[in-house]
């Protein structure tokens, strides 16, 4: 298979991905079109209907030409056949992905934490603070604790991957 293959299996990929969150925005459309809310909050009709077509519009298009998106993404001149990867590199891959998902949701999970300890903590504006709760302090260690994981998961893919294949044999 050529590189403008595997970028087309991930581009239909990607349009499943596309259309789900506008399937979300479309199950919000007839409560916004019969109350203008959403859970009682006001809701633009506009902008929740182009929310709710302009992604299916996307992912139906994506969905149907994948391999001409792929070819304007991959260049003819560097679309030559892949060789296969051996299962130990694969893994390096997967497994250092796996860790940049992660780090992805413990950042913006790290940057709330970050700003409900902002906004808890006394300052010059405000006569108190709110404090943070057990829960919330627990939270905080979570969120730590998911940051060195990523990382750790991201620097060392290759021993773990080793550590794998050999537990695996």
Known sequence: MKASH??????RLFSVFIFIVAFRRILLLPEVLIYGTIDGIGASISFMIISAIVPTIIATALWLFPGKTANFIV?????????????????I????????????FSISDSIYWLTVFNVSEPNSYASNGSG?????????????????MSLT???????????IFKVAK
């Open 6 to 11: 595997y970028i087309a299996i991930g581009v």
């Open 153 to 163: 998961l991201i620097l060392k893919s290759k021993t773990i991957s080793r550590l």
């Open 75 to 91: 260049r003819k001149e560097i679309d030559n056949d892949i060789t296969p990867i051996n299962p130990l590199e694969f893994s």
């Open 132 to 148: 943070i709760g057990g829960q919330s302090k627990a939270a905080i260690i979570a969120t730590s604790l998911e940051i060195v």
């Open 93 to 104: 891959v997967i497994v250092a992905g796996l860790g940049l998902y992660l780090l992805y």
